[in-house]
Every structure is written in structure tokens, then in C-alpha cells.
């Protein structure tokens, strides 16, 4: 077995927002009052459905509450015994999948101060990434400002299925300030359901919507190269969060195929996509798409042609490996500290700042 080293950073953990009338202490009087009187309850997004084996390890799952739901739980099941330095919280409560604009950005910004209260006040070595109504691209940039004062802080999070493919120039704005604020977009796994998540409509079956997420982050990581993001935003980095990465290296050898046939159509992108992809994206490690072969494994690094693009990361609490199994077998010791420290450092810087609440 591959065993971590101390001081790393987890890049993905769930801390779980218990019932959404935990958020109520985080509302203003009038969304207080429109929660209760209109007897809203919770919610829950399909992408992770509770009681889905897969949504949390056997040996993680509480006996009674939502799994990631206690932090003395995630102490005891992931920052400590993977000796984490810091641990960054992406909450998946699916205030994206809320149509109005205006009681989006409430829950939003009652999520983003829950999360600040409960999670990151009671424990320094955690960190946070600010949930943005991307229903409306001015609210979200306001969040975003008024987040980024907290340098615990330190990612935009977004999910990978939403209403329209992520390179387009409507969210622009929301790079523009995550870029000057020095804040990486993290792009998670799962989707607001307002469209099918499959690009032929929609399944019958929760593993068909599980399979496609990695054809999202492909349609996604093509979207945002051609669109000219990076060429307009070139020092912003994006997080690709439960994506896989065992389809890089054959996507890129697609893409860069034809943007090499037809790249007078996107003038542009003036650099290759593997060069786009080494400079500005990063991919989450678990879970891990790979088969459990060292040799195989190595050779799909090789294949990536760089040992900078992944970060370290448990999926906390969700069931993406068995015990303290959360490095695969055969990784050499320079690989696993690039991957476990040097790398998430290099992409969030704020995690170098002293802490500034």
C-alpha cells in the first residue's frame, strides 16, 4: 500500500449541512419567515441521494443524521489519520438547483456564514470554498467579494451540470473576480437538474447519471478552452472535483487533434490544450477511475505528461476506497508529496495567508 505523508491537503471534503433549518439562524427575518410559512424542509440533490451506498462510506455513515454532518466525525474518520494540514470544505447542498434568483442568493450567503460558524471557527486546519447563485452572475460576484474578506476562503465552487456550458462569456465576470481575488474555481460533480444530465436526455437509473459526470467535465474542460477563458484569464486556475482523470490523456490527444484542423475558427486559443490544461487546470484524485495495476497506472502518468496536475483529496465522506487505502498502489515518494502538499499548494495560494477572518 501507498501511504500518505503528513501535511497534506485534502481538497475535497463534504461537511453536510444537517436540515435546511440549520441555515435559519443564517437568514435575514424575511427568508426566516418564507422557510417556515412555506414549510420548506430540506435540500437534497440527486446527485448524492442519502441512502445511496456510494453517498458514504459503511463505515462512515452515522447512525443516525446526514454522513459529514459532524465535524468530531471528520476529525476522527479523515483529518486525522491522513494527518491533513488543511482540509477544504466544498458543501454540496443544492441551494444551485433553486430557480429564483433571490432565494438562491440567500441560501448562498446563509451557507457560505454556516459553513464559516461551524465548520472553520471549530477547527483551524479547515478551509472553505464559497457556494455562488450562479442563477445570476451579478449576485454571485458579490458573494464572492464579500466571501474572499475571509481568507479561509480560499475557492469559488461551481458544479459541472447547469444551465449552459462554462466557457460562455455570461459567467466571465465570475472568473474576472475569483482570478483578481486569487481564488481557483473549483467545478464539482453533480448538476442543478434544471437539464437532463445525460446529452441524450434523461436515464432511467442513478448510475447513468453517475457514469455521465465524466462526460460533463470533458464537454466543460472543452467549453472553457475554446471560449477563450484562459487566453482572457490566463492566471485562474479551476479545480476539476470528482471528476476522474483516467480520460485526460486520450480527450487531449482528441482535442488537440482537431483544434490543431480547425483552430482558425478560435484564433484565440494560441496555445495547444495540453499546454492550456498543465498550466491552469488541476483534477481531484479520488475518485480513482483506474484499474488497480501500479504499472498501468504509472503509464497513464506518463500519459498525462505532467506529475502537477493532481491534487490530493479523500471525497470525505463518500465511499471512493477501503480503510487508509486512499493513495493507489505503486506511486514513487516524490510523487505522492507533489501530489499530497507541493501541488495544492502551488494552486491555492491563500493557503500561504495568514489567516484573515
Request: proline share 8%.
Amino acid at each position: 500500500m501507498t501511504s500518505p505523508i503528513a501535511g497534506g491537503v485534502d481538497c475535497d471534503l463534504h461537511p453536510a449541512v444537517p436540515h435546511l433549518t440549520s441555515l435559519l439562524p443564517y437568514l435575514n427575518d424575511y427568508w426566516r419567515d418564507q422557510v417556515t410559512t412555506r414549510g420548506m424542509t430540506d435540500l437534497v440533490s440527486q446527485s448524492y441521494p442519502p441512502n445511496s451506498p456510494i453517498s458514504a462510506r459503511p463505515d462512515w455513515r452515522p447512525a443516525q443524521g446526514k454522513p459529514g454532518s459532524s465535524l468530531e466525525d471528520m476529525k476522527a474518520q479523515a483529518l486525522d489519520p491522513f494527518g491533513v494540514s488543511y482540509g477544504i470544505c466544498n458543501p454540496l447542498f443544492g441551494v444551485q438547483m433553486v430557480f429564483s434568483e433571490d432565494m438562491a442568493d440567500a441560501f448562498c450567503r446563509a451557507l457560505n456564514d454556516w459553513l464559516a460558524k461551524e465548520w472553520l471557527d471549530r477547527d483551524a486546519r479547515l478551509r472553505g470554498s464559497i457556494v455562488i447563485p450562479v442563477q445570476n452572475i451579478e449576485k454571485s460576484v458579490a458573494e464572492i467579494e464579500r466571501c474572499a474578506k475571509d481568507n479561509r476562503f480560499v475557492q469559488v465552487l461551481m458544479l459541472v451540470m447547469g444551465d449552459m456550458p462554462l466557457g460562455k462569456r455570461a459567467y466571465w465576470p465570475i472568473y474576472a473576480a475569483a482570478e483578481r481575488l486569487g481564488l481557483p474555481i473549483g467545478i464539482h460533480a453533480g448538476s442543478n437538474y434544471h437539464n437532463p444530465p445525460s446529452s441524450v436526455g434523461w436515464g432511467s437509473y442513478h448510475i447513468e447519471d453517475y457514469v455521465a459526470q465524466a462526460q460533463a467535465f470533458q464537454t466543460q474542460l472543452t467549453s472553457l478552452i475554446v471560449e477563450g477563458v484562459f487566453a482572457r484569464h490566463p492566471k485562474l486556475k479551476m479545480v476539476m472535483l470528482e471528476s476522474g482523470f483516467t480520460w485526460l490523456p486520450s480527450y487531449l490527444w482528441r482535442l488537440h487533434k482537431f483544434w490543431r484542423g480547425i483552430r482558425m475558427e478560435t484564433p484565440w486559443v494560441d496555445r495547444a490544450p495540453l499546454e492550456i490544461v498543465r498550466s491552469n487546470i488541476r483534477f481531484s484524485l479520488q475518485p480513482i477511475d483506474a484499474p488497480p495495476d501500479p504499472v498501468t497506472l504509472n503509464r497513464l502518468f506518463d500519459h498525462m505528461q505532467s506529475d502537477e496536475l493532481l491534487l490530493f483529496s479523500t471525497d470525505y465522506p463518500h465511499w471512493q476506497f477501503e480503510g487508509d487505502q486512499v493513495l493507489p498502489e505503486g506511486m514513487s515518494s516524490d510523487l505522492v508529496r507533489k501530489i499530497m502538499i507541493d501541488n495544492p499548494l502551488a494552486t491555492y495560494g491563500r493557503l500561504k495567508q495568514r489567516v484573515r477572518a
